[in-house]
């Protein structure tokens, strides 16, 4: 088995007296939709937030491709590829929903003198935003667009880099079912193309559809891990959820 | 371009503006308003593209009135025209001493990177002050006056605050149609999401700061070199610092011409309310009423909200009235 794409060791993360993430290691394989669960308070966002480096750990470490990630720092790692969307879909509502993307093609400092757009991004750009169904609203500034459109919008600006790993924070929270539907096609099409994904989600008849393997964190570790079938009828997850 | 009509026909009347108004006092207000206008448009580029109000502009105001008066201690004015041409330098210079400087403080952000850039601001006076081997402290320092035939004195320094302007308009104008203007938006809208999407956000913020505070101390230059004597108290005055905040304030953050339009309506009303009433202050009442009002009515300042309200109207005339109020 080759090394993981990204793997946690023994990851910790306490605020004050309360540990969020507690010794918690498990490997995201290539290639998989990965879903990550647990309940309300089991540390999901906060392992998001150590690995994307919007968060410092204190203990454990973190493998982006085999190799050893010292400070995780957001910007740096998006442009290696690893890139998350949070739970609140964050866009920035002053800009339009194009340069939305536009901003997240992911150039080093030096391209900051160039253009707003060089001519392959926002041709890129384009392409994405008709595959998200979004083309019609290129020129509007983001804050006019819904609260699904936004997560779809966030999802969509990611993929600029074309990045080997997402990290999506409940994609389909508060969206209505249609949107649910929309999102989940974008992702399997993504996944189709060889995109990774690590999502943490509480709709579980999504999680069982899309994700192999489920992780199931409890208390900041892991608990259990496996097929979605088998992780599904495990006693100590059923206990996490059900509480015991 | 639609625009460039305008803008060509506004800097040609200010480049007439010398020769249609002879009267040295006009010319002194008109002198003043466009060194407001670069300044409030220096300050737009971190105060308003990047949302990082900096209280503390003023400090590298000074540093460039001194840079200038110091350099002249030593070398020769020529004809009169040398502590024009030293300016890219005198501007450079404060630029670079600006790096180091938003290194620290854009680590803090919003009201606390306020009270940081204020305290530099305080720290830069008392410099001035205590610094007497460098700056003579208290008794100020004298520039060479130059020749300049008496009745058109005011003319070079008008033309060179005019050419800033236009610098600091055409820089402007190129960061907001480059990359890093759309990084600086992103940083003011959500500095940590763009963190997330890979914008090199430091480099963004250091570089709006460096060009931000490198047009303020070519302007500190001219300034000293027209007063030809500065003081510590005068060259870095947070007076000075307000005066850039209120007038972009007024005329619209984050807009190019903005910062002109605060500039043109708060810096000739003061300077006119200077001559009035001389050294009353009277005017600092008026200031502090008018970023009240403006707060309370124009809080997104003149040109943006002229903008969105000719945006809906042409939108409600695209859709027509009756399709035009939102369906509930």
């Given at each position: 088995m080759t090394a993981p794409l990204l793997e946690v060791r023994g990851l910790g993360k306490r605020f004050g007296g309360v540990a969020a993430v507690d010794g918690c290691s498990f490997g995201v394989q290539r290639g998989t939709v990965t879903g990550l669960i647990g309940p309300n308070g089991s540390g999901k966002t906060t392992l998001f937030n150590l690995v994307t480096g919007y968060l410092r750990a204190d203990a454990g470490q973190i493998l982006l491709d085999g190799r050893r990630i010292a400070r995780p720092d957001p910007a740096r790692l998006y442009r290696r590829g690893l890139c998350r969307t949070f739970q609140q879909p964050r866009v920035f509502p002053d800009l339009t929903v194009l340069e939305n993307l536009l901003i997240a093609s992911g150039h080093r400092w030096p391209a900051l003198a160039g253009p707003r757009a060089r001519a392959g991004d926002r041709a890129a750009g384009e392409a994405l935003l008709a595959e998200f169904g979004l083309a019609a609203l290129a020129a509007d500034p983001a804050e006019e667009l819904s609260y699904g459109q936004r997560k779809l919008l966030e999802f969509a600006a990611l993929l600029m880099s074309a990045p080997a790993l997402v990290l999506l924070d409940e994609p389909t929270a508060g969206v209505n079912p249609t949107m649910v539907r929309t999102m989940e096609r974008h992702i399997r099409a993504r996944h189709a193309t060889g995109t990774t994904f690590l999502v943490v989600e509480h709709d579980m008849g999504l999680v069982m559809r899309l994700c192999d393997p489920v992780v199931v964190m409890d208390g900041g570790r892991v608990i259990a891990q496996g097929p979605p079938g088998s992780v599904q009828t495990d006693p100590r997850v059923l206990d996490a959820y059900l509480g015991g | 371009?639609?625009?460039?009509?305008?803008?060509?026909?506004?800097?040609?009347?200010?480049?007439?503006?010398?020769?249609?108004?002879?009267?040295?006092?006009?010319?002194?207000?008109?002198?003043?308003?466009?060194?407001?206008?670069?300044?409030?448009?220096?300050?737009?580029?971190?105060?308003?593209?990047?949302?990082?109000?900096?209280?503390?502009?003023?400090?590298?105001?000074?540093?460039?009135?001194?840079?200038?008066?110091?350099?002249?201690?030593?070398?020769?004015?020529?004809?009169?025209?040398?502590?024009?041409?030293?300016?890219?330098?005198?501007?450079?210079?404060?630029?670079?001493?600006?790096?180091?400087?938003?290194?620290?403080?854009?680590?803090?952000r919003s009201d606390v990177f306020a009270i940081v850039t204020i305290t530099l601001l305080f720290v830069a006076q008392t410099?001035?002050?205590?610094?007497?081997?460098?700056?003579?402290?208290?008794?100020?320092?004298?520039?060479?006056?130059?020749?300049?035939?008496?009745?058109?004195?005011?003319?070079?320094?008008?033309?060179?605050?005019?050419?800033?302007?236009?610098?600091?308009?055409?820089?402007?104008?190129?960061?907001?149609?480059?990359?890093?203007?759309?990084?600086?938006?992103?940083?003011?809208?959500?500095?940590?999401?763009?963190?997330?999407?890979?914008?090199?956000?430091?480099?963004?913020?250091?570089?709006?700061?460096?060009?931000?505070?490198?047009?303020?101390?070519?302007a500190g230059g001219v300034w000293a070199y027209y007063l030809s004597?500065?003081?510590?108290?005068?060259?870095?005055?947070?007076?000075?610092?307000?005066?850039?905040?209120?007038?972009?304030?007024?005329?619209?953050?984050?807009?190019?011409?903005?910062?002109?339009?605060?500039?043109?309506?708060?810096?000739?009303?003061?300077?006119?309310?200077?001559?009035?009433?001389?050294?009353?202050?009277?005017?600092?009442?008026?200031?502090?009423?008018?970023?009240?009002?403006?707060?309370?009515?124009?809080?997104?300042?003149?040109?943006?909200?002229?903008?969105?309200?000719?945006?809906?109207?042409?939108?409600?005339?695209?859709?027509?009235?009756?399709?035009?109020?939102?369906?509930?």
């Open positions: - | 371009m639609r625009t460039a009509a305008p803008v060509a026909g506004f800097v040609a009347l200010l480049a007439a503006f010398p020769f249609l108004v002879t009267a040295p006092w006009l010319m002194t207000i008109a002198l003043f308003t466009l060194m407001y206008a670069v300044l409030a448009s220096a300050w737009n580029l971190v105060g308003g593209y990047a949302g990082y109000p900096s209280l503390g502009h003023a400090a590298f105001f000074g540093l460039g009135a001194y840079a200038e008066a110091i350099w002249f201690q030593h070398h020769g004015i020529g004809s009169g025209l040398a502590p024009f041409a030293v300016l890219p330098l005198v501007g450079l210079a404060v630029a670079a001493a600006g790096l180091p400087v938003a290194w620290i403080a854009m680590r803090t410099l001035a002050y205590n610094l007497r081997g460098i700056t003579h402290g208290a008794q100020g320092m004298a520039m060479p006056v130059p020749d300049f035939a008496p009745a058109t004195f005011e003319r070079p320094f008008y033309y060179a605050m005019l050419a800033l302007l236009v610098f600091a308009l055409l820089l402007s104008w190129a960061v907001l149609r480059s990359r890093l203007g759309l990084a600086l938006l992103a940083v003011r809208a959500d500095e940590d999401k763009a963190r997330g999407v890979g914008v090199p956000v430091g480099t963004a913020k250091l570089g709006a700061f460096a060009l931000s505070v490198g047009i303020t101390g070519m004597f500065i003081y510590p108290q005068f060259a870095v005055d947070p007076l000075v610092t307000i005066a850039m905040v209120l007038m972009v304030f007024l005329g619209g953050r984050g807009t190019l011409w903005g910062p002109v339009l605060g500039a043109f309506v708060i810096a000739p009303a003061q300077q006119y309310l200077a001559y009035q009433y001389g050294a009353s202050q009277l005017y600092l009442l008026g200031y502090a009423a008018l970023f009240v009002l403006v707060m309370l009515v124009l809080p997104r300042g003149v040109l943006p909200t002229l903008a969105d309200r000719w945006r809906r109207r042409r939108l409600r005339a695209d859709v027509g009235p009756e399709v035009a109020v939102e369906q509930p």
